[in-house]
């Protein structure tokens, strides 16, 4: 067995791939919970917008229209969220999960019910690779960042854009500060509900592009439960990145690779006949991003955690 | 006009000769864990079933992306026994909620697949698909280029162990160099990490590849696509999603299995017990197109002959469970 190809460019190639989803749902959900709002409903995010991404290709046969498909789902779940969230101010956990459980059930249904007839499962072509010259050829990063298909670019292009977009926007100060002192806010003329609104639809933006990138750019073809929980893994991440989308990324990064080692670890030494159980290379990337993640915390000297995370915002009415 | 209709109706009882009595049919239900649409184990179940509704031996209901945990598996044994089905097929490992059931619905005819614990009216079906993994190995060991074959599993329990050792041993049978790598997924769902793993095993050369599990599966299939590998197909026959690839599939032919329960309900004789067929429950389904490589027709051969001699019970597969 040749341990030299666990860590090869095969490695950071898959890692990325695998990552992707994750990455994006996390970025997205840094973004919705710096306003304040916890979106626990993620996971139902980028199912279902796997989902429409996958019938929107299908039918269409493009798979830009699938990408788009599967955005505008997203964004049309994270309304409903902050329908139930920001509007009606329900209990932000509760809301959350159902609307995952929802997720399970509907994609369950409508994928059976429109794809019932066929003999054969449905399946959609898969994006080309794109070699970007000259920079596709620099030893180590070049084969892992500028070989792969145009989602993955566009996905990193869009990490950047959040990025901006809360740090070097008006919009993303206002997130900020809605997500730490809504009252101040408020008291300055800040509209707390209509920016947590808006930046929910964000996040479902990217969660939707990360179920859609996991279809059109991945695997091409759609599954009961196809996003396996990564909307989890996701939400997880946002504290390990301490609500910073540039640290959530690389977490969800990390977290990708040490996925795709474990699948090479286990390959390499032996799989049925190994020592070491299996469980135990399952578990490492979670060992892995929670031993980050506590020591992060341990080490900061102030909590990165929005203050006004997870609390309706609701207008004192004063005489 | 009244009279007309009543006199109508009157001679139209009088007339009609009388009705021969049909054979009742067995009122079945099937509970699903996954689409009927999934291309694999769901759908296996479903067209089986079916098949037994269309001769008119069963009235079919089904509950297809049903909810795993034993509590609301026992819930819809339960609901659909006292609605008055005779036959509750719950299409898993669901040992535990058919024995929740029984216990308040001791008269209805459970079953669920796996194996396991029998007894009263709960019974269960074998899902022996190492017998035809035995098979794939001998054709593995014909055409593969590297030595290597691979094998990738969603959890390390008994059925995908056995498959997984049953592919090496068949294997190693005919060309004992033969190494194999296996990595197990965790997930029976995550297409994704399926199609990693076998890029992950095709790095270590792997080229013949055998999967455990729906979602691993269709992520295997990905991959054999994107890399020009070989493998098989799980449960289903799944060789036209990649025509060129797929050597053959391991498909699960539940309507003998089905078919027997039902006969038994309907002679009376019904009791809980372990419907075992063997290899009569599995299809070995090679694939006309496949083209990655030839298969030797030596090997062709060696196929066809172990398949009489485990069908007619003078060889045995190994059966390696851990």
Not at chain 2, 89 to 106: E, H, K
Request: glycine share 10%.
């Amino acid at each position: 067995m040749d341990w030299s190809l666990v860590l090869g460019v095969g490695l950071f190639r898959s890692g990325v791939q695998l990552a992707m989803p994750t990455a994006l749902a996390a970025v997205g959900e840094s973004f919705s919970e710096r306003a304040g709002v916890l979106n626990l409903g993620l996971e139902g995010m980028m199912l279902c917008a796997a989902l429409a991404a996958f019938v929107g290709e299908y039918y269409t046969g493009s798979a830009a229209l699938g990408v788009l498909a599967g955005v505008a789902v997203g964004v049309m779940l994270a309304a409903l969220k902050a329908f139930l969230s920001v509007y009606l101010k329900t209990e932000q956990v509760i809301n959350g999960i159902a609307i995952v459980i929802f997720a399970q059930g509907i994609t369950a249904f409508a994928y059976e019910r429109l794809f019932r007839s066929l003999q054969v499962s449905p399946q959609v072509p898969p994006l080309h690779t794109i070699h970007v010259p000259i920079l596709a050829s620099i030893p180590g990063i070049g084969p892992v960042l500028f070989d792969q298909n145009v989602l993955i670019y566009v996905s990193l292009l869009t990490v950047a854009g959040v990025w901006l977009l809360l740090y070097r926007t008006k919009f993303g100060l206002s997130v900020r500060a809605v997500g730490e002192s809504p009252i101040a806010a408020e008291s300055v003329g800040g509209h707390v509900d209509l920016v947590r609104w808006l930046a929910l639809l964000v996040c479902g933006a990217m969660a939707g592009l990360g179920g859609a990138v996991l279809i059109v750019g991945d695997i091409n073809l759609f599954g009961p439960n196809v996003t396996a929980g990564r909307g989890w893994v996701a939400i997880a991440l946002v504290i390990f990145g301490r609500w910073n989308p540039l640290i959530v990324f690389g977490g969800a990064l990390l977290f990708g690779m040490t996925d795709a080692l474990q699948l090479r670890i286990q390959a390499v030494s032996g799989g049925t006949l190994a020592a070491v159980p299996y469980e135990f290379f399952q578990a490492l990337p979670y060992l892995l991003t929670l031993t980050v993640m506590v020591a992060a915390t341990v080490a900061s000297k102030r909590s990165a955690q929005p203050f006004a995370l997870g609390v309706p915002f609701r207008r004192e009415v004063t005489d | 006009m009244v009279a007309t209709a009543v006199s109508l109706t009157v001679s139209a009882c009088g007339n009609s000769p009388p009705a021969a009595t049909a054979p009742s049919k067995v009122k079945v239900a099937l509970i699903l864990p996954c689409p009927t649409n999934d291309g694999s184990w769901c759908q296996q179940a479903y067209i089986a079933a079916q098949q037994l509704q269309t001769e008119g031996l069963i009235d079919l209901k089904v509950t297809s992306s049903a909810p795993q945990d034993t509590v609301s598996v026992t819930q819809i044994i339960q609901r659909y026994a006292q609605g008055g089905s005779q036959l509750v097929i719950a299409d898993s490992t669901y040992q535990d909620a058919a024995f929740n059931a029984a216990a308040t619905s001791p008269n209805t005819a459970i079953a669920f697949s796996g194996g396991g614990k029998v007894g009263g009216k709960v019974s269960t079906f074998e899902v022996p698909i190492y017998q035809p993994a035995y098979l794939a190995g001998i054709v593995a060991s014909g055409i593969t280029k590297t030595g290597v074959i691979g094998g990738l599993s969603a959890f390390d329990f008994p059925i995908c162990h056995a498959q997984m050792e049953a592919f090496r041993l068949g294997a190693q049978s005919i060309k004992s160099s033969i190494k194999q790598v296996t990595t197990y997924i965790g997930d029976w769902n995550d297409v994704a990490k399926g199609k990693n793993a076998t890029l992950a095993q095709a790095d270590q050369k792997a080229d013949v590849f055998v999967v455990c599990g729906g979602g691993p599966a269709s992520g295997m299939i990905s991959a054999l696509q994107e890399r020009n590998l070989s493998g098989f197909g799980y449960v289903g026959d799944q060789n036209s999603l990649a025509p060129k690839n797929m050597v053959g599939s391991l498909v699960y032919n539940l309507y003998p299995i089905f078919k027997a329960m039902v006969k038994d309900i309907a002679a009376g004789t019904y009791t809980g017990k372990d419907y075992d067929l063997g290899l009569s429950s599995f299809n070995f389904v090679l694939n006309p197109s496949y083209s990655v490589a030839t298969i030797p027709p030596d090997i062709l051969a060696k196929v066809q002959s172990t398949q009489q001699a485990i069908l007619s019970g003078t060889f045995t597969v190994p059966y390696i469970a851990k």
